[in-house]
């Protein structure tokens, strides 16, 4: 159903590898080893390098390499804070002013979320979410806002993506995304901003569960 480049397979593969836990905070990535691992060039290895240091994933040292960028929990658990606050702001403010054009642009993210739901495609499900909130970011009138919510979903990507294997996760998040679609289109703001916060802050508690269901068992 969906068709992505070499390096966003890459880049896919070691998010998740780091979130699980198989990459470590602090441990240096190979280009050569990655390139076996995936068996592509080095190309995608450097595109995916590049597209998870601008989410904060990775640092990329100048003469010694490229790096797991160390976060620890609380740094995790203060940026989904800081996340449902900016995405519950950008909800209320879009019910006020998204225009007929955009609601549409909502609806279909909506369909496309739909579908990969019902398909069992996390991954899938994951693009048309982002899909779904580019549309309420864009709409809401404030670009320094869609800035710095963009910039802190880069950091959080990865984190948001994985919590979506949690079971029965995307039919819960298909409701919630229902829930602030029909407030953003009926013009209640407080009931879209409420519906955006509390949509982050469950998916950073599904995060918080699944990891520690991950490293427990890889530690076994």
């Known amino acids: 159903m969906r068709s992505i480049s ?3 397979r ?3 593969a070691i998010e998740n590898a780091v979130v699980e836990g198989r990459y470590r905070p ?3 990535l190979d280009p050569a080893r990655l ?23 990775v640092r990329i040292r100048p003469k010694q390499g490229t790096y797991v960028t160390e976060l620890g929990v609380t740094e995790l658990a203060e940026r989904f804070e800081v996340m449902a606050e900016l995405e519950g702001m950008a909800a209320r403010l879009a019910a006020r002013r ?15 979320c739909e579908t990969f739901a019902h398909a ?5 499900y994951y693009y048309a979410n ?16 869609r800035r710095q919510s963009v910039a802190l979903t880069r950091v959080l990507q990865p984190y948001r993506r994985l919590q979506l294997r949690v079971p029965d996760r995307m039919r819960r998040s298909l409701s919630e995304h229902r829930e602030i679609a029909d407030a953003v289109a009926s013009g209640d703001a407080h009931a879209a901003e409420e519906a955006a916060r509390a949509h982050v ?20």
């Open 6 to 8: 070499e390096s966003q």
């Open 10 to 12: 890459v880049r896919d």
């Open 26 to 28: 602090g441990q240096r």
């Open 35 to 57: 390139e076996s691992e995936f068996g592509c060039s080095r190309t995608p290895i450097r595109e995916a390098m590049q597209a998870l240091e601008r989410s904060g994933l």
């Open 98 to 112: 998204i225009e007929s054009g955009a609601l549409a642009d909502l609806e279909r993210a909506m369909i496309e």
């Open 120 to 124: 069992g495609d996390a991954d899938g």
């Open 130 to 145: 982002a899909r779904f909130h580019d549309v309420i970011n864009d709409a809401c009138g404030n670009d320094f806002l």
């Open 201 to 220: 802050l469950v998916q950073a508690e599904e995060f918080g569960h699944l990891v520690d269901t991950l490293r427990r068992l890889s530690a076994e």
